[in-house]
DNA sequence: GATGAATGAGAGTTCATTCAT
DNA sequence: CATGAATGAACTCTCATTCAT
């Protein structure tokens, strides 16, 4: 009996997390067509087949699906920053544009999303802080990078190895900022690609800088 | 009488301009407190001073009021830039930083307003092409400065002017959006100047480059 | 042309006042068929013949027309009283007698609405206090007869006229509660009648009776 | 086992009569916060500890919980009265006096809960009869007294012990309006007493009064 | 051109009730 | 019998826009 009880009890959990999926997801899928706020709880319960209702038995407010969602794409962000494993690469540059290109790729599959979602950082101040962290968790993980660069003379020593960091994570968000504002966008690796290039003489050694 | 009727007329569009910045400035002044999308027209008049209606007079629409804003905004910056005589300076990137900073001074007096406009940008297809233009217009002009530089030696020239000036603005951009992501912000002026510093070499001519 | 002018505002102000009452009647008509708070918006404004959001053009909450019309209620009442004038009466307790079955026919007509509006105050401190200065102004009304009334021997003078007073007007309100609670209901005038004539000895003097 | 099943069904009747309790005691506790339809039935569930459709498995609606609640109140008031022993007392005004003094005392423990029955009351028929039956048992027991004072001269005799009794109740209940209806309350029991003394001389025999 | 009352679609949210587990 | 997720009708209130004056 206990069993079967945690059986259902695991099923009934399982629906309910399934369910919560089906609105967060309902919710992008909109977010791809118009901007957070100019949709309605009943376009996302309808598009997650929900009742109307059922939306508030997981989120109090609409706002707070958007912040349940960031959620989710900061623990995925830390998930994903702890399993790069980039010591065994030999130039770190080459480790930050490859990772950058990763998250790019990711982040490049939908601008309207994108779009989207800064709007509502504009305006919400929970939202921008949970960016806020997101960016300081990546920092601290490039910080790393730099330091190890540093240390073998590749990069510039006459900054920190955190200012290092903090300017290269600004890069990848000028890229961003960059992609969703072009009506007519060059995809999102590419430019970070481009800016990377660019910019690289400002963290590079350069063996006459006195 | 043909006379007076000018002048009557001319009473009278001074009137209806009048009443038609009233309107543009009673929005920019709630904006500052939220966002655009938030404040009812029947807020904006009541600020201005003016009934409901008469907004519909000026504005077809709620929107419109944004986009003629904005399209003041643009020609204030033209003018700007056709005022600018940077020929007399002896570097060109001692021109670029001090006009940065007079437009980061500008720019920087409202972060609530900023951001409104920034998230307006975001789902308004017409007012990003005016950023766009404006922002087109404003590399048109750092052009000229990149490739004097580029003459006398002062900046690299491995990547066309246009690059230049192209990033050049870029990283102004990113010090608007970093600074409208922070929630304590360091004042824009000040992050401008720091940016520039951290990615002057960038843009420089290093003696040694091959 | 201001003369056009006034008349026209006259015009619209008589318009708007009569939607007022518009609104009020319907919600009073609808109280007689179920209390208040089952009531929403949209049914007064159906009743009313006007649009769902024209209620809120003159009510900025639903409570609020509550409130109105019970203001309209005591501004009824005071004027009421002011054109008694029951100086020419012999007999102060007739005075009595017959102001409050005017009373009584007045507030007899609606069961159910007398019904919403006591409900009402029961949730509603605003609805109390202005029921409480009702009947307060009720009182000192009162007062002025049962003075009189003591001064010639026709009341008891082993309390003060204010007690009289204050227990006549209880008196009436509680032939109004025992009207509203009762579900074969006596016509409240008569109930009136009854009441005062058996609690009749505890306002008389004794003397006079036989 | 018949022994066996039948302690469990003790066992579970004696669950099953602590939950419907534990429903009708956390519907009053948050009456006393705000009235009986602005509580939800999650609150009550909450407040009560059980999930939300347990509700349902005691009372088929929502309503049904305060009738029940009422019912229990009539037989309470039944119990209360049968354990009257009246006869000893010398006056029964006195004894009036005391028993009305022991309800005021019960019944003025909750200003809101008192308020919130009330309002109840006002819109349904169901309750109505209720009170109606609690009111009509408490008469034909006031009857009893008045009967005896009749005869002992105690009471005035030109109107039956039925009226006296009658309106002895409906005294009680003014008082109860009154208090509810005030904003800045006496006590109950105050409030009785002073009523009582007031109108004593519509109940007492002429003779007797000095 | 200015006014502001009227409009009515639509928003977010609540909640009594049902029912599969 | 307990549970709590699902339901969907109903609610109050907002607001851009229209239009008669």
């Given at each position: 009996m206990n069993v079967s009880k945690d059986v259902a009890g695991n099923r009934r959990e399982r629906r309910k997390e399934e369910t919560r999926q089906r609105l967060i997801e309902a919710a992008l899928s909109l977010m791809q067509e118009k901007p957070f706020e100019q949709i309605s709880v009943e376009?996302?319960?309808?598009?997650?087949?929900?009742?109307k209702g059922t939306f508030f038995n997981y989120f109090p407010?609409?706002?707070?699906?958007?912040?349940a969602y960031m959620q989710e794409m900061v623990e995925e962000v830390y998930e994903f920053l702890e399993q790069l494993h980039?010591?065994?690469?030999?130039?770190?540059?080459?480790?930050?544009?490859?990772?950058?290109?990763?998250?790019?790729?990711?982040?490049?599959?939908?601008?309207?999303l994108t779009r989207s979602m800064f709007a509502a950082c504009c305006h919400n101040d929970h939202l921008r802080q949970m960016v806020a962290s997101m960016i300081e968790e990546a920092t601290q993980h490039a910080l790393m990078g730099f330091q190890k660069g540093q240390a073998t003379g590749e990069f510039r020593q006459d900054v920190s190895a955190r200012d290092l960091a903090h300017y290269a994570v600004r890069l990848y968000r000028i890229c961003l900022m960059e992609w969703i504002m072009e009506n007519d966008s060059t995809p999102l690796p590419e430019l970070v690609e481009q800016t990377l290039e660019f910019f690289k003489p400002a963290f590079l050694n350069q063996e006459v800088r006195k």
């Open positions: 376009e996302i319960t309808e598009r997650a087949d929900v009742a407010t609409k706002e707070h699906l958007l912040m980039p010591e065994s690469a030999e130039s770190q540059w080459e480790v930050l544009r490859q990772v950058m290109r990763v998250i790019a790729e990711h982040d490049g599959r939908s601008l309207a």
